[in-house]
């Protein structure tokens, strides 16, 4: 029996069995999390780059048709649904009358004349606070954008957004949303086929 227990303590045979078993979860999961980080980073490179591609065919004169915006959009569905078919895609145009406007989604300029950061309506017989009605829908608008492709001399801020299930279960195993959710977009000005629109002055009411 000594022997036998002596022969069995010196026995190595099925100590890698034993190792692999400890290590092969921990690297299971961890090349799980790597997948994972790799496909929604190749989804946001193949995104960014058919919305570039898209924006620009946008920005053309033709660009402002319904039909030719709706032909547009299809096209970035379909790459992304090529990645991620049963994802949800959703796009959205927004124009500015420049750059600075678009990439700050910044407020339709106004006088702000109580210093109270808010545009505010006429108080007794003083008119309301004078504004550029930007988008020309009759109201201020704290960030100034309206939801279209806009005219000549816009800048438009094209972003599409695709939301879809995980690929790989790791949520199951570390916790966490169940979907991605990735967003590309760029800003373009559309082409000076025209004059640009001149903002009327109005009051906030």
Same mark, same amino acid.
């Given at each position: 029996?000594?022997?036998?227990?002596?022969?069995?303590?010196?026995?190595?045979?099925?100590?890698?069995?034993?190792?692999?078993?400890?290590?092969? +979860?921990?690297?299971?999961?961890?090349?799980?999390?790597?997948?994972?980080?790799?496909?929604?980073?190749?989804?946001?490179?193949?995104?960014?780059?058919?919305?570039?591609?898209?924006?620009?065919?946008?920005?053309?004169?033709?660009?402002?048709?319904?039909?030719?915006?709706?032909?547009?959009?299809?096209?970035?569905?379909?790459?992304?649904?090529?990645?991620?078919?049963?994802?949800?895609?959703?796009?959205?145009?927004?124009?500015?009358?420049?750059?600075?406007?678009?990439?700050?989604?910044?407020?339709?300029?106004?006088?702000?004349?109580?210093?109270?950061?808010?545009?505010?309506?006429?108080?007794?017989?003083? +008119?309301?606070? +004078?504004?550029?009605?930007?988008?020309?829908? @009759?109201?201020?608008?704290?960030?100034? @954008?309206?939801?279209?492709?806009?005219? %000549?001399?816009?800048?438009?801020?094209?972003? %599409?957004?695709?939301?879809?299930?995980?690929?790989?279960?790791?949520?199951?195993?570390?916790?966490?949303?169940?979907?991605?959710?990735?967003?590309?977009?760029?800003?373009?000005?559309?082409?000076?086929?025209?004059?640009?629109?001149?903002?009327?002055?109005?009051?906030?009411?």
């Amino acid at each position: 029996m000594r022997i036998c227990l002596r022969r069995l303590a010196r026995d190595e045979r099925g100590a890698t069995i034993i190792e692999f078993a400890i290590v092969a +979860p921990v690297m299971g999961l961890l090349l799980l999390g790597a997948f994972d980080v790799a496909h929604t980073l190749y989804m946001r490179a193949a995104l960014q780059g058919v919305v570039q591609k898209t924006a620009r065919d946008a920005t053309l004169e033709s660009g402002l048709v319904g039909a030719t915006q709706t032909a547009l959009d299809n096209k970035v569905k379909a790459q992304i649904k090529a990645l991620a078919n049963n994802g949800t895609v959703t796009i959205t145009r927004q124009w500015y009358r420049n750059y600075e406007q678009a990439a700050a989604s910044k407020f339709e300029p106004w006088t702000d004349t109580n210093n109270n950061g808010t545009c505010d309506g006429p108080a007794g017989s003083t +008119p309301g606070e +004078p504004y550029e009605d930007t988008n020309g829908n @009759g109201i201020w608008d704290s960030t100034g @954008g309206n939801l279209s492709q806009g005219g %000549a001399k816009d800048a438009v801020l094209y972003t %599409a957004t695709v939301s879809y299930p995980r690929f790989f279960p790791i949520y199951n195993i570390v916790g966490g949303s169940k979907t991605t959710k990735v967003t590309a977009s760029t800003i373009l000005r559309n082409q000076p086929y025209g004059d640009q629109g001149v903002p009327k002055v109005r009051n906030c009411t």
